[in-house]
């Protein structure tokens, strides 16, 4: 981070960092301090209070009030896409490079703020420190990654070949108009800002929805933005309920392209929506089921780390969670063995404090899915360690749970549903092949992880998994860690819509279309 000279990034295993801690340990105090207020949203730089309110609660404790938050309207959401829609012309006007100088003071000036910023994501959706700061620190490196894509693409504007001397041809990639974001609770900082910073660098203006479990930090966010110097018109944040706000943002005809991260359900149902009188861009990243395979030929210690940080890391609340491990029967034993006792060990509790690992899932809503889960393992299989609510003292006015690691058979649902949960579950099978065939057979395909210390298993494992996002031996994470600039975020089959990554060389294009210019001189 910029105050420590530190960087966290999702493959930090553990910081040391003195000057970091204190400065958490600073915000942690100061946002507390805030906490409880009420809050508007903001069209044209304009604050407003919509339509009644939600009052967030902590998912660390029940008693701590986040604050309340306005609820936007429909009117509310026709008014911010109607200020982004007559901001665009001068914004998208503005040279790229002139654009590109204020994005990234905003880069600068989330990472300057960032503990602070960490500090309140940790008290809204529950994230530990190293979690929470990445989460940050991300969202300030998707504008400095994008803008530095612009600018080593020359603005995507380039001359073109010509049939007449007379004639002068470029082709240029340009803006489409006003940029929908409909962004998720689990990564309030990094899928808010990621998409919206792909498109205010590609020249258009944006309309940010976030999750009313995060929108504090959206709301924080949005400050640091204009604090930048982005312009009042071309960042609009309108915090609401999905089905008003979000469905507006969906339904109206001038937002000219949208990104949306969640659910299967919602995303399908948004991009088989979102086109009008005529096609749209529409990006969704809507989750994953998460297979691990271990073969004979791996290290097992480094296999059990990596699925450990990847099953209960964020209480698994990440769509690029670990969910499911098939593991050769040589190591079969050895593996779950050693996870089991790796999980057992595992620090639960108040994300804030400095040795915790695993916070609360969000809310009671995840609580009964756990229950669910647990019983299914239960009636069908078997509870390796953990399953059950974590009530012992100041942890009951919370939403805790244990990490948990299931044996079920290979016909039970937990294969196939994304649980969003510190929850997997571990089977024993014959081959590679046979791992393979178990991992790619899901709707989703977002990520996936290999330990294998045998190249031409590795090689096979690359060519055959269906996934746009794969690591191979990786401690830091079997199945999660990604980050802009080194690895893309995108998922095949139903886990997205695009095929091209956050945080890849692919991804800013999209926020732009294609014009030929052909100019006749004489």
């Known amino acids: 981070m910029a105050d420590s000279g530190f960087r966290v990034t999702y493959a930090t295993m553990t910081a040391d960092n003195e000057q ?12 507390r301090s805030r906490l409880g207020a009420d809050h508007g949203f903001f069209v044209d730089g304009e604050e407003r209070f919509g339509e009644g309110w939600h009052e967030e609660r902590s998912p660390i404790d029940h008693d701590v009030v986040i604050g309340r938050f306005a ?82 693409n020359d603005g995507f504007g380039r ?11 470029r082709d240029e990639l340009r803006p489409f108009g006003v940029w929908g974001v409909i962004s998720p609770f689990n990564y309030p900082a990094a899928l808010a800002i990621g998409p919206a910073a792909a498109a205010l660098v590609a020249g258009n203006t944006v309309v940010i929805k976030p999750s009313n479990a995060g929108a504090l930090t959206a709301l924080s966010l949005y400050r640091a933005l204009r604090d930048a110097g982005v312009p009042a018109g071309a960042v609009q944040v309108v915090t609401g309920a999905g089905e008003v706000v979000g469905a507006e943002l969906v339904a109206h005809p001038d937002v000219a392209g ?50 450990l940080r990847s099953a209960f890391g964020f209480g698994g609340q990440k769509c690029s969670a670990a969910s499911r491990a098939y593991v050769e029967r040589p190591v079969f034993d050895a593996f779950l063995e050693l996870l089991t006792e790796k999980a057992a060990g595992i620090v639960a509790g ?53 990490p948990t690691v299931v044996t079920v058979p290979l016909d039970s649902w937990l294969w196939k549903r994304e649980l969003f949960l510190p929850l997997v579950a571990v089977a024993p099978v014959d081959s590679l092949d046979q791992g393979l065939e178990l991992a790619n057979d899901t709707e989703y395909g977002l990520t996936a992880g290999l330990y294998s210390e045998d190249r031409s298993e590795i090689d096979r494992f690359l060519d055959g998994i ?43 294009t999209q926020y732009l279309r294609e014009q030929s210019r052909t100019v006749v001189e004489g």
């Open 258 to 307: 949208l990104t949306f991260t969640g659910s299967y359900d919602v995303g399908m149902q948004i991009y088989r929506s979102f086109a009008g009188p005529f096609p749209k861009p529409v990006i969704c990243e809507m989750g994953g089921k998460n297979p691990v395979i271990v073969t004979a030929r791996a290290d097992v210690d480094k296999a059990t780390d990596g699925v």
């Open 350 to 402: 108040d994300p804030l404090r400095r040795d915790t690992y695993l916070g609360p899932v969000i809310d009671e809503r995840a609580v009964a899915r756990f229950e669910e889960a647990v019983a299914e393992a239960r009636a069908n299989g078997r509870v390796v360690v953990g399953g059950s609510r974590l009530t012992e003292g100041e942890l009951a006015r919370g939403t805790y749970v244990q």
């Open 20 to 31: 970091l801690h204190a400065a958490y340990d600073t915000a942690v105090a100061a946002v």
């Open 466 to 508: 269906e996934a746009g996002v794969v690591y191979v031996n990786r401690r830091a994470g079997a199945t999660t860690g990604a980050w802009p600039a080194v690895q893309p975020f995108g998922g095949w089959k139903g886990s997205g819509t695009n095929g091209k990554g956050g945080g890849g060389p692919y991804y800013l």
């Open 71 to 152: 609820q936007g309207g429909r009117q509310d959401a026709v008014d911010a896409v109607a200020a982004a829609r007559r901001f665009f012309p001068t914004w998208s006007a503005i040279p790229w490079q002139d654009r590109l100088a204020v994005l990234r003071k905003a880069g600068d000036v989330i990472s300057e703020r960032g503990p602070e910023l960490a500090a309140t994501v940790g008290f809204e959706v529950g994230k530990n420190r190293l979690e929470a700061l990445g989460d940050v620190e991300e969202a300030a490196e998707f504008f400095r990654y994008y803008c530095r894509e612009m600018e080593e």
């Open 159 to 169: 001359p073109m070949q010509r049939l007449d001397d007379r004639e002068i041809t």
